[in-house]
């Protein structure tokens, strides 16, 4: 009876011992830029896992450092919609050892 007894003590200190640790989840895409209601509208995500199913890869694109951060965004973004993208995801700052300056890269994306 004691050793029931000591076991159940031992099996309940030791389930009260479990450490919990919250993951926690990135805010949701948000559009950067507010184009005019004519204009192609980019959806941000951070990772591609986040895109709705059914979402079609248009490929990697980059484009060069234009005159701040900013404008070079908003010309990824413009590249995007040219290829009739409407999302695009993990965005980088990529450069070769070969090259000069940094390239911003991003995912392009046709949502469904």
């Not at 050793?3 to 805010?27: D, E, N, Q």
Request: proline share 9%; glycine share 6%; with cysteine.
């Amino acid at each position: 009876m004691i050793r029931l007894m000591a076991g159940s003590v031992l099996a309940l200190s030791l389930a009260g011992c479990a450490t919990f640790i919250p993951i926690a989840r990135p805010a949701p895409a948000e559009e950067v830029a507010a184009p005019s209601s004519d204009e192609c509208q980019v959806r941000d995500f951070v990772y591609a896992t986040e895109l709705p199913k059914g979402a079609q890869s248009l490929g990697p694109v980059a484009v060069e450092p234009q005159a701040s951060d900013e404008e070079t965004y908003l010309e990824l973004r413009r590249r995007i919609c040219e290829l009739g993208g409407d999302a695009l995801s993990q965005p980088a700052w990529v450069k070769e050892p070969t090259e000069e300056h940094a390239r911003l890269t991003a995912n392009a994306w046709a949502l469904p």
